[in-house]
């Protein structure tokens, strides 16, 4: 425990510990986007995260700890975006369903978590302690895309020929605008919008 964190109340003490690992988190996300899992250093991070590397131990005993407590984060942060978004288009057309889910994916990559396009579009070899939490993370947001596309392949709405397909197209469309659209260059959204528009050709005609 850190001096400050020893003389705060409980309830204050708490609270700073949450930012600074929430802190540390998005250094160690940003770092592994950029140089992948061999290229992640603790000295990066905690200097990223402007602490001391022992304070970084005291919160993360090691490297493999944190990068699983970083993929733990994003992965509920990602899913529980895309569930909003779709319980906000929850009684509309699959087609709104999906527009929805795009249009939030695209967000997520583009302001929300914009390292998440190049961790994912590009991958780096990762040990197997994370190889399988990584596949478990894809899983888990390929299910939600999956279940609207199947819903409009049923209803006779999506014209598709291989929706496996098409779903491994939209993310490359996605992940892909993560890299070239910047918000502050698209301020009134009209490129957002127009990607979102053509990713949903690849199922409506």
Same mark, same amino acid.
């Given at each position: 425990?850190?001096?400050?964190?020893?003389?705060?109340?409980?309830? +204050?003490?708490?609270?700073? /510990?949450?930012?600074?690992?929430?802190?540390? @988190?998005?250094?160690?996300? *940003? @770092?592994?986007?950029?140089?992948?899992?061999?290229?992640?250093?603790?000295?990066?991070?905690? %200097? +990223?995260? =402007?602490?001391?590397?022992?304070?970084?131990?005291?919160?993360?005993?090691?490297?493999?700890?944190? $990068?699983?407590?970083?993929?733990?984060?994003?992965?509920?942060?990602?899913?529980?975006?895309? &569930?909003?978004?779709?319980?906000?288009?929850?009684? /509309?057309?699959?087609?709104?369903?999906?527009?929805?889910?795009?249009?939030?994916?695209?967000? $997520?990559? !583009? $302001?929300?978590?914009?390292?998440?396009?190049?961790?994912?579009?590009?991958?780096?070899?990762?040990? =197997? %302690?994370?190889?399988?939490?990584?596949?478990?993370?894809? *899983? /888990?947001?390929? *299910?939600?895309?999956?279940?609207?596309? =199947?819903? &409009?392949? !049923?209803?006779? %709405?999506?014209?598709?020929?291989?929706?496996?397909?098409?779903?491994?197209?939209?993310?490359? @469309?996605?992940?892909?605008?993560?890299?070239?659209?910047?918000?502050?260059?698209?301020?009134?959204?009209? !490129?957002?919008?127009?990607?979102?528009?053509?990713?949903?050709?690849?199922?409506?005609?």
């Amino acid at each position: 425990m850190t001096t400050d964190e020893a003389v705060a109340p409980p309830g +204050r003490a708490a609270r700073r /510990r949450d930012r600074r690992k929430a802190e540390m @988190i998005e250094a160690a996300l *940003r @770092i592994l986007s950029a140089s992948g899992y061999q290229g992640m250093r603790f000295e990066d991070v905690a %200097e +990223r995260s =402007d602490i001391a590397k022992a304070t970084l131990y005291h919160y993360f005993p090691s490297k493999d700890a944190l $990068v699983s407590a970083a993929l733990e984060k994003l992965t509920s942060d990602v899913l529980l975006h895309l &569930g909003a978004a779709l319980e906000t288009a929850a009684d /509309r057309s699959p087609t709104d369903r999906l527009r929805a889910l795009i249009a939030e994916q695209l967000r $997520v990559l !583009t $302001v929300l978590y914009p390292e998440v396009g190049k961790l994912f579009s590009f991958p780096a070899p990762w040990p =197997d %302690e994370h190889s399988e939490a990584i596949k478990t993370m894809r *899983r /888990r947001h390929d *299910r939600i895309f999956r279940e609207v596309v =199947d819903l &409009g392949v !049923t209803s006779g %709405e999506f014209d598709c020929p291989d929706p496996s397909v098409a779903l491994h197209c939209l993310h490359g @469309i996605l992940n892909h605008a993560s890299i070239w659209l910047r918000p502050d260059a698209d301020p009134d959204g009209r !490129t957002r919008d127009a990607v979102v528009e053509e990713a949903l050709r690849l199922f409506v005609r």
